[in-house]
């Protein structure tokens, strides 16, 4: 016998299935490795052709015999499904219209074939759903690698019978009541592994003929899913290798249908009703991802179950936290973090790395990325996989495409540490690259203008100001144009000199409410309170028009007062950050309230916020913290005047330093709590310790400022800190930062706010215990 494989294939067909052809055919597909298949596909393409559609066209028929009569058939069976997923799995340079001609069924006969013949099983434990499921497996890897070419007619009336007679059935949620039981029929497996796997392959081609929409599967299985998953996730070493399968693909359908849905939102809210819900889910979902022995089967690719159950698990994680806001949550009341980060430096799958780091850019705060110390590890690995993608014609680098790593890197952009490792990185220019391409790179880079270094590289790109400036004026887009308007706000010089802008009509408000438009019916009812108790009160329910950024400022200017509606979405918000800088800039009193339960202030929103004392919402019903609102609100403002100070060189500096290594004033003039100090105080304070140039750059600082300046010091960067103030020197001292008197400045700051706290301690406990409110 030959061992041309075009002479075997055409003795194949003509005869009737000889265990020799079989048996030929079989060893030289088992002979072909990974570096020359593509070699071998290419050369042998029409006799593979003619082998593929073979089997399943003898799948659509009475096959049982085929393996009954024949063990070199079977072997045959095996191997092309070997074969197979090796060509599923081989890298792109792969021609794609031969793998959809190779692996795709060809004919509307062989669909009706194949639904004849399960029809016709009368035996749970009949062998043809062994057969059938392996083979439509291997089809629904193949779907999912290759959403881009896989579609047509034949495999849409697959899909669409599938979803009809095996989905959305009786049996179908039978079978998954079932499932917790310890024995399995092939039938029960068919039905739950493998249509359950095809179905949400499809949904990721975006299949567009099925019978349901993803909203209705969802309606139909939610409930029997959740159960499943909250009863099994507290024994998952004790999964058998089917319920693995099983529970991995049922999961993976959800994920599909949630994911590719044409409304997220409104897809979350069937699967998960309420925040409660949430949580439960969350946290049985984690119990399963943090089990290891999972970790340790990740593949290089999408190629087993543990790869699937793992990468759906992060997936689904993404779209709830994002639907539900449900960041602050999993910071505070899971291990997800602990558990995400060997997942985000060890996977072997890379788009298990990405989910990873997708979740750590969404949880982590500026603090915890220090902490943590994977910054540069982040940015690293978001910008080579952006680089290799850009550069790719086909924009996408290891199955993972530019749109979907920009996704993840928005988030991450509104960190200041990530800001600050793009800029030094010098990562500008390849996101201003894509800007033409990927809208979402303007969003990018409005989160990413806050930082000063990046401002700077921005100014410099003469292509993108003339682009910026162009969408300014032609921009029919409210999104995009809020956008820009944004990030050319950004760029604009300092804005404390800013001269206020005309109040034509002489409308004054009394306060000014900041807030994230997810938060706007209860900022509605804050405001409704306000408005009925006498106050005069600015805030934009209608989300502004043309330059949003212009609205704000004159909103501003014309407010004595600030609410900051304090949740995750606020800290998130581009618009609400340059909001809440400019209404510090412009010394507006800030009045904070929490909205979002496990939420407290981060990065940027801690900077501005500080010491300040703030009213939660979630603690206390809504007219206990309306009470302690109007308070706040009533409070009285200190009056900080600016001083000028005729210095010399033979200033004497009052200081005493202790043997307790606490350094302070000998005036009695300055309050023992620093967070009570006024302008005048910390001008005192700072002159009295010999720091001249600090006490010019600090001009307009109280004892707030610092402790919050503190924290910051502590938390952050040095290098984004020095390079802060060394911009605030030049523009402020026309002088670059003494870095010895800086360091003296900020062991001497610790020192004394060290002093106050022992002094609270020892003297004011009370403060502290009868606080209603941080």
């Known amino acids: 016998m030959t061992n041309n494989i075009e002479d075997l294939v055409a003795n194949l067909s003509s005869t009737t299935l000889a265990d020799t052809v079989s048996s030929e055919i079989a060893t030289i597909l088992q002979n072909v490795d990974t570096k020359s298949l593509l070699k071998f596909v290419s050369e042998n393409f029409n006799a593979l052709l003619v082998l593929e559609q073979s089997i399943w066209q003898i799948l659509s028929e009475d096959s049982r015999h085929c393996f009954d009569q024949s063990k070199c058939f079977e072997e045959l069976f095996h191997t092309l499904l070997s074969f197979n997923k090796n060509l599923i799995f081989t ?81 179908y949620k039978a079978y998954l009541n079932q499932l917790q039981q310890t024995n399995f029929s092939h039938k029960q497996l068919f039905y739950l592994q493998t249509c359950s796997f095809s179905i949400s392959s499809y949904l990721f081609c975006k299949g567009q003929k099925l019978p349901f929409t993803s909203e209705e599967i969802l309606h139909y299985l939610a409930k029997d899913y959740l159960q499943l998953i909250q009863q099994s996730s507290f024994n998952v070493q004790s999964w058998s290798k089917d319920f693995l399968s099983c529970i991995t693909q049922i999961n993976n359908l959800i994920n599909a249908c949630c994911w590719w849905s044409s409304d997220k939102e409104k897809s979350i809210k069937i699967l998960l009703p309420s925040k409660d819900i949430s949580h439960m889910h969350i946290q049985s979902l984690i119990r399963i991802l943090q089990y290891k022995p999972f970790h340790q089967e990740i593949q290089v690719q999408r190629s087993n179950t543990e790869t699937i159950l793992i990468g759906t698990i992060m997936n689904l994680l993404i779209v709830i936290s994002d639907i539900h806001s449900l960041v602050c949550f999993i910071r505070t009341e899971t291990k997800l973090i602990e558990i995400l980060l060997p997942l985000a430096e060890t996977s072997k799958y890379n788009r298990i790395s990405l989910f990873a780091y997708v979740i750590l850019g969404e949880v982590l705060s500026d603090e915890h990325l220090k902490e943590l110390k994977i910054t540069t590890n982040i940015c690293d690995y978001f910008f080579y996989m952006l680089e290799h993608a850009w550069n790719h014609p086909a924009h996408h680098f290891q199955r993972t495409s530019v749109p979907q790593l920009l996704r993840g890197f928005l988030n991450l952009a509104k960190n200041d540490i990530i800001q600050q490792k793009t800029a030094d990185t010098n990562r500008i220019p390849l996101l201003i690259n894509m800007c033409d391409q990927y809208s979402i790179v303007y969003d990018i880079l409005w989160a990413l203008s806050f930082n000063h270094d990046i401002q700077h590289q921005l100014r410099s790109n003469r292509k993108l100001m003339m682009k910026l400036t162009h969408l300014k004026q032609e921009l029919n887009n409210a999104a995009m144009r809020k956008i820009t308007h944004g990030i050319l706000w950004n760029l604009e010089s300092i804005h404390e000199d800013r001269a206020p802008s005309e109040n034509e009509d002489g409308t004054t408000f009394d306060i000014m409410i900041s807030y994230s438009h997810k938060d706007k019916l209860l900022c509605k009812q804050i405001y409704d309170e306000l408005i009925n108790t006498g106050y005069r009160v600015w805030i934009d329910f209608d989300q502004l028009r043309g330059n949003v ?32 800088h400019y209404a510090f800039q412009r010394q507006l009193k800030m009045v904070p309230i929490l909205l979002e339960k496990h939420y407290r202030p981060d990065g940027w929103l801690l900077f501005l916020v500080g010491q300040l004392l703030y009213v ?159």
């Open 91 to 171: 890298s792109d340079e792969t021609n794609s219209d031969m793998k959809v001609s190779l692996l795709t069924p060809q004919s509307q006969d062989i669909i009706t074939g194949i639904l004849k013949q399960l029809e016709n099983c009368n035996d749970d434990n009949d062998p043809y759903y062994v057969m059938i499921s392996l083979w439509l497996d291997n089809f629904s890897y193949y779907m999912h690698e290759e959403a881009q070419y896989v579609m047509s007619s034949v495999v849409n009336d697959l899909e669409y019978s599938i979803a009809d007679k095996f989905i959305m059935v009786d049996q």
């Open 616 to 774: 939660d919402f979630t603690k206390y019903e809504f007219a206990r913290a309306m009470e302690m609102l109007f308070k706040e609100l009533e409070a009285p403002i200190q009056q900080d005047h600016k001083v000028t100070l005729t210095l010399t060189e033979t200033t004497d500096p009052a200081v005493v330093i202790n043997n307790d290594e606490t350094t302070l004033l000998e005036s009695s003039s300055l309050p023992d709590d620093i967070s009570e100090w006024r302008q005048t105080d910390v001008q005192n304070w700072l002159i009295g310790l010999n720091l001249m140039q600090t006490s010019r750059l600090l001009c307009d600082y109280n004892g707030s400022n610092l402790m919050n300046l503190n924290r910051y010091l502590s938390t952050s960067e040095p290098q984004v800190i020095l390079k802060f103030l060394q911009d605030d020197a030049i523009e402020k001292t026309n002088q670059n930062l003494s870095l010895i008197e800086f360091a003296r400045f900020q062991d001497l700051l610790g020192q004394q706010i060290s002093y106050s706290k022992k002094f609270n301690r020892r003297q004011k406990p009370s403060r502290f215990l009868c606080c209603t409110i941080l």
């Open 549 to 580: 950024m212009d609205a704000m400022t004159q909103a501003i200017e014309r407010s004595n007062m600030i609410v900051i509606c304090m949740s995750e979405e606020y800290r998130r918000s581009n618009y609400c950050r340059a909001e809440a």
